[in-house]
């Protein structure tokens, strides 16, 4: 089995011929007894004679396992949930809630018994242990090499990068001197990153000069954390697609979408992107060429910048439904959460068009600690509840935090301009009466 400290290019070489789609293999009825304990799924999946009896197993139960559960739903797919957490989002709608970290071998282990499938709504997960269950014929999805790729943010942008995917140059630092010769290489200003653990944007630190490197070391955690860093990319916007893919090979992407970030958190997302159709179409083929040189069912958010000259390059790809794809639940024919649960049960994928000129969608961030933080939000999903087409998720985490994603809201409508002047009314808490149309 290979080991977390492995290097880059070993792991990358077990790729293999990375890219092609494999075949659906409903191994899920069929495995045995083996040394890990995983059991045949024949005795734990009772059936009911839905859609599928196949009970997915979903390591994490953040805010994406709770779409994922109510996507499940209509449909009578049993979602079960791997989170350490007792009140975690998905806890109250999942079929089933395993308590227990998903980066644990033998929580993830046990886990597995009851499922027929396994999934990420989050990348960093015990992923040595996905690999032995892969090796035993479970069905994980997309595969363990994906969120091993994934995982790490470096070993991530190598291979995309041995994958002719056009992306900003980065270079692994170690010490001081190494940052200090990335400063020179890659100029100021740069962005610093952890290598693993690192989402919404908890892993960067933006770098003027080298009087600053110190300062976003320590910040985000010291060298020992693992951090590389990549050259700044003065985008002009910030797009996102949703690629998914069937066990099949089959790729349905979703529409490209525009991102705006704050402090390096997701903000807003208006879909479709206000861009011209080639600068879409460049888009779609850097997400799908990514998604190509993966392997693996499900849906996958690829981020991407647009520079000035109409170059698209990559920023990074998750694994799992992802924060610039909430939209699709209210805008498209099929939800990036029923897409992925169909994707990697091996069903016919949906129409990811959508079904509604526009939309735009709102994170709805922890503005403060506490109650405070609570009746703030509470305050601006009262407002979006009187607005035609405004639709509010709110995630029930037990604790708001400062730039905590604790919900969203999505609206429609018949343009752009009018979503835009839904949503302002909606956050403008202070603002007139005078609701827009
Ligand atoms: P996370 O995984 O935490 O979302 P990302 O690495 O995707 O973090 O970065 C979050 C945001 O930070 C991006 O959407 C972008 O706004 C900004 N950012 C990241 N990398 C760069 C870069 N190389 N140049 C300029 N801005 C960047
Ligand atoms: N998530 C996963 N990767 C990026 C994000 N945002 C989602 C998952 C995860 C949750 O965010 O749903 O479980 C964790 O959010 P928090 O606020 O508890 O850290």
Known sequence: MMRKDDSVTKILAAAGGGGAARQATYVAETHESDELGTTSN??????????CDTVIGVLGGGQLGRML???????????SILDPSQDCPAARIAYHHVLGSFQDMVAVQQFAQGCGALTVEIEHVDVETLEAL???????????????????????????????????D???????????????VLGYPFMLKSRRLAYDGRGNSAVKSKDELLKAVASLGGFERGLYVEKWAPFVKELAVMVARGRDGCIKSFPVVETTHKDNICHT???????????ASIAMEVAERAVGSLTGAGVFGVELFLLKDGEVLLNEVAPRPHNSGHYTIEACYVSQYEQ????????P?????????????FNLL?????????????HTMRRAMAVSGASVHWYEKPEIRKQRKMGHITVVGETIDICRARINWIINHEGSNSMPI
């Open 170 to 184: 980065f270079m692994k630092v170690d010490s001081l001197e190494s940052a200090e010769e990335a400063g020179r």
């Open 134 to 168: 892969a090796r035993k014929g479970f069905d994980v999805e997309p595969t363990p090499f994906t969120i091993r790729v994934i995982q790490d943010k470096y070993l991530q942008k190598m291979h995309f990068k041995q994958h002719g995917v056009a992306l900003p």
């Open 366 to 378: 922890g503005e403060a600690e506490g109650d405070e933080g609570f009746t703030l939000a509470h």
């Open 340 to 347: 992925h649960l169909r994707a990697v049960l091996g069903l």
């Open 269 to 279: 997302v208006e879909a479709p992107a206000q861009i011209p159709t080639e600068i």
């Open 69 to 79: 559960c109510e996507a499940a739903s209509p449909m009578g797919i049993r979602v």
């Open 42 to 51: 024949k005795d734990l999946c009772s059936t009911t004679r839905g859609l």
């Open 349 to 361: 994928l949906g129409d990811p068009s959508m079904k509604v000129p526009a939309s735009l969608m």
